[in-house]
């Protein structure tokens, strides 16, 4: 269960719509904070810099709760990928999606002078926020990864390659772009149900779903899934806090869970790891409380 649950965030992706731009667009910014159509970013608060990165398919929105509890003693980043939530695709939306995402980050953090911002991402965001940690390590304090793994395909294979994955990353993929507009809308609702606890957080999330652009998230999912970060886990220096879900429904024991995360990671140097129970995949959304807490002793000076 616990892996079923997880790959829902594959799943979402293959059964999302293609749409165009919903009418309620990411608040405009400055040319300053954009990398071309890469991302979009808002800016509230005030005191040390927080980047927040939501994960596949997913608007800033996410973290809403978190930023109205941070925005007091920091200033919050939030990031918003093209193609998702509503937000305009790029124009070569067959292009990479993560690794560029990654790279305008990376590019917003020194075009506006931010000195080593805390990086807190979920899902396809954790792993962009590996990517930065990975690739860019003087440009980050310390990272937070929430409920996401340096390489998807060992959910359903711990001994998963690269190489062993490509072949069902590259039928997911396929099957999202055939899938027929009947189909995705059934089984989204879906995977929204495994994604999430709260029922009174389902229905942005499948706004969230349902608005975003069907090649973005496709080709999203395929990077997520043929993508192992492992070798590169050595280079992050600072210190990583992950941060995974467990509920009883998975029906395997807390302790496997842990497992998993921890091997996944071995090669980090300077990490911890915090369980959150009675959650799914969306853990700020399920237990908002107890993730605020932990963000907020993470963020201590």
């Known amino acids: ?20 731009a919903s009418a309620t667009q990411p608040a405009p910014v ?26 596949l398919a997913s608007s800033r929105e996410v973290w809403r709760d978190l930023a109205t509890r941070l925005q007091r003693s920091h200033r919050l980043h939030l990031v918003q990928v093209a193609g998702f939530a509503g937000a305009p695709a790029v124009s070569d939306s067959r292009g990479e999606v993560v690794a560029p995402t990654a790279e305008a980050i990376a590019d917003y953090i020194r075009t506006q002078h931010l000195k080593a911002p805390v990086i807190i991402g979920h899902s396809l965001g954790g ?21 996401a793994l340096p ?37 989204q609702r879906v ?6 606890k709260s029922e009174a957080a389902r229905p942005a999330l499948l706004a969230a779903a349902t608005s975003s652009d069907r090649q973005t998230t496709a080709q999203a999912t395929y990077e997520l899934m043929t993508t192992d970060l492992r070798p590169e886990l050595d280079r992050i220096q600072v210190p990583v806090e992950v941060v995974y879900a467990y509920d009883p429904v998975y029906g395997i024991p807390a302790a496997n869970v842990e497992a998993t995360f921890r091997n996944a990671y071995a090669n980090t140097p300077h990490i911890n790891f915090t369980r959150i129970d009675d959650s799914f995949h969306f853990v700020m959304l399920d237990q908002p409380e107890a993730f605020a807490n932990v963000v907020t002793d993470f963020l201590q000076p």
């Open 1 to 20: 269960m616990r892996t079923r649950t997880l790959l829902a965030a594959f799943g979402a992706a293959f059964t999302l719509l293609s749409a165009p």
């Open 30 to 55: 400055t040319p300053a904070q954009v990398n071309k159509d890469r991302i979009s970013v808002t800016v509230e608060g005030s005191g040390p810099d927080v980047i927040l990165i939501p994960g």
């Open 127 to 147: 792993e962009v926020a590996l990517m930065l940690g990975a690739r860019h390590p003087d440009q980050v304090a310390r990272l937070m990864v929430v409920d």
């Open 151 to 187: 390489f998807y395909t060992l959910l359903m294979n711990p001994f998963a390659t690269r190489e062993t994955a490509e072949p069902q990353a590259a039928a997911f993929r396929d099957s999202l772009l055939a899938s027929t507009p009947e189909q995705a809308e059934a089984l």
């Open 191 to 196: 995977s929204v149900a495994r994604l999430v």
